[in-house]
């Protein structure tokens, strides 16, 4: 069964950073794409970031330059630096992979930028 959990949400004046985590189980991350999508409040779920299995990153427009994806393999994590958060950058951040055709979402983490 395949699962991913998120953490590391939480909440952050502008300007500053957090890194996100998704554990992924039942499914190996460096077999597969995967990727970090946002919903902010009255908004559609939209791209942040995506690391395919071999290992390019593609990124939203509005969070390149400022955000990182990245993966341990050892760990079966990828990660998302968010570097210099905005308030519009406040969402609940998804983790999605694919596996065999079906799609998988987390539960998603909170990521509040606020003074």
């Known amino acids: 069964q395949v699962q991913l959990v998120e953490s590391g949400g939480g909440l952050v004046q502008p300007g500053g950073s957090l890194r996100l985590s998704c554990a992924a189980s039942g499914i190996t991350v460096s077999s597969t794409d995967t990727g970090w999508y946002r919903q902010g409040p009255r908004k559609q779920r939209e791209l942040v970031a995506i690391i395919t299995a071999g290992g390019i990153s593609n990124y939203g427009d509005s969070v390149k330059g400022r955000f990182a994806i990245s993966r341990d393999n050892a760990e079966n994590t990828v990660y998302l630096q968010m570097n210099n958060l905005k308030p519009e950058d406040t969402a609940v951040y998804y983790c999605?992979?694919?596996?065999?055709?079906?799609?998988?979402w987390g539960k998603g983490t909170l990521v509040t930028v606020s003074s």
């Open positions: 999605n992979t694919q596996f065999f055709g079906s799609d998988y």
